[in-house]
């Protein structure tokens, strides 16, 4: 059960009800759950898009922004960016703007290498399927996640090296 002593991580990206946008959430979520890492899920009540029309567009923003402000960290997925939503790149300045971390996964090359996305997102992972699926790149994420905040993690470790700090131009 969540506590406010409980980790929580938002998970940022597309919310059509379709198998993309739920599929990274619910193949995430438990794994962190297991760790302690609580899902901040933007799509909660939207997943029926019947119910999410009783929300004004305002009700849906102010809730998506004060479940960022919740979090310890975001993680925004933008894979095939023109169909991205238009909401995920305004959380992850969101999220920038209040000092919590963003982790973004992306199959964009140009994205990856793109300086906002460099200098707003803490890590920055760039899926090249020749040498790592978006599964094991999301199994080294939760891994990560669970390292940051000292939880163990019952996942599949590949033989990958571990994910950096970026460095700081301090």
Same mark, same amino acid.
């Given at each position: 059960?969540?506590?406010?002593?409980?980790?929580?991580?938002?998970?940022?990206?597309?919310?059509?009800?379709?198998?993309?946008?739920?599929?990274?959430?619910?193949?995430?979520?438990?794994?962190?759950?297991?760790?302690?890492?609580?899902?901040?899920?933007?799509?909660?009540?939207?997943?029926?898009?019947?119910?999410?029309?009783?929300?004004?567009?305002?009700?849906?923003?102010?809730?998506?922004?004060?479940?960022?402000?919740?979090?310890?960290?975001?993680?925004?997925?933008?894979?095939?960016?023109? $169909?991205?939503?238009?909401? =995920?790149?305004? &959380? #992850?300045?969101?999220?920038?703007?209040? /000092? +919590?971390?963003?982790?973004?996964?992306?199959?964009?090359?140009?994205?990856?290498?793109?300086?906002?996305?460099?200098?707003?997102?803490?890590?920055?992972?760039?899926? $090249?399927?020749?040498?790592? =699926?978006?599964? &094991? #790149?999301?199994?080294?994420?939760?891994? /990560? +996640?669970?390292?940051?905040?000292?939880?163990?993690?019952?996942?599949?470790?590949?033989?990958?090296?571990?994910?950096?700090?970026?460095?700081?131009?301090?």
């Amino acid at each position: 059960m969540a506590t406010e002593n409980c980790r929580y991580i938002y998970l940022a990206g597309k919310i059509k009800s379709d198998h993309d946008a739920t599929e990274y959430r619910a193949t995430i979520a438990p794994i962190l759950r297991k760790a302690g890492i609580y899902s901040l899920d933007p799509l909660r009540g939207k997943y029926a898009m019947r119910s999410w029309k009783n929300l004004s567009d305002n009700e849906v923003v102010i809730r998506d922004l004060q479940d960022i402000k919740r979090a310890h960290v975001v993680l925004a997925v933008m894979m095939k960016c023109e $169909d991205t939503s238009f909401g =995920t790149p305004c &959380e #992850i300045m969101y999220a920038w703007m209040h /000092h +919590i971390p963003v982790i973004l996964i992306t199959d964009e090359v140009y994205l990856a290498n793109h300086f906002w996305a460099r200098s707003l997102c803490s890590h920055v992972f760039l899926i $090249d399927e020749k040498k790592e =699926t978006f599964k &094991e #790149i999301l199994m080294r994420v939760a891994k /990560h +996640i669970g390292h940051w905040y000292s939880a163990e993690l019952e996942t599949e470790v590949y033989n990958k090296p571990q994910l950096t700090q970026k460095q700081s131009n301090k």
